[in-house]
């Protein structure tokens, strides 16, 4: 019997990383998890996804309680006694990326899941970059923006992934001691990307 393994995707804004992810997953026939965590942790929790989502938006990362401006009591339960900050919101969608993992195979794009996952073997972790101006190519062409637009918007989420990430993990994001494979989908483009990783985990998991 085949052993369960999971596939993680960092990724900078424009390298394509979210389709390389899904192409990846469905090539593997695993399940897929990006943005999809933000609604599942929002039903299990009975919480507002606007919580989780603005945790994703946020820019600013402290050692005094994680993001300025997300603070506050609610009163839904079952969380009504909990002071809801961005460490209460890390802790409700990394367990529902560990109950996801228990079952089955799965792939998840962002949320720290490399850290959230570190004490399973069975774990590839990925980074994804690319070249600035093909990443301001896919930007402007995704949001109908100029190039000039397009740039700023990449700068700002690399700053904001990078807070995010460093603040929860306590490593450092994109860089290549945080993973196991750092790729720039500029070299290869995205099909033979998804080819590469496809051949490391088919060794890696022997499948």
Request: hydrophobic fraction near 35%.
């Amino acid at each position: 019997m085949k052993k369960d393994y999971f596939i993680t995707i960092g990724r900078q804004l424009g390298s394509g990383g979210r389709i390389i992810g899904e192409k990846l997953a469905a090539r593997l026939g695993i399940s897929f998890y990006d943005k999809e965590l933000i609604q599942i942790a929002a039903q299990e929790s009975g919480l507002g996804k606007e919580y989780f989502e603005q945790a994703d938006e946020q820019k600013g990362y402290s050692i005094f309680g994680g993001l300025f401006g997300l603070r506050g009591g609610i009163s839904e339960e079952p969380f009504s006694t909990y002071y809801l900050n961005n460490e209460t919101l890390f802790k409700i969608q990394s367990d529902v990326i560990r109950r996801l993992a228990e079952k089955g195979s799965c792939l998840f794009v962002g949320r720290c899941a490399d850290y959230v996952l570190a004490d399973n073997p069975r774990c590839l972790n990925i980074f994804i970059y690319a070249d600035m101006n093909d990443r301001i190519k896919r930007i402007a062409e995704l949001q109908k923006n100029s190039p000039e637009k397009a740039r700023d918007y990449a700068e700002k989420s690399d700053k904001k992934r990078a807070g995010y990430y460093n603040y929860f993990s306590n490593k450092e994001w994109g860089v290549a001691e945080s993973y196991h494979l750092c790729i720039n989908s500029s070299v290869l483009g995205i099909e033979e990307t998804v080819d590469l990783i496809y051949q490391l985990a088919s060794k890696r998991f022997d499948l």
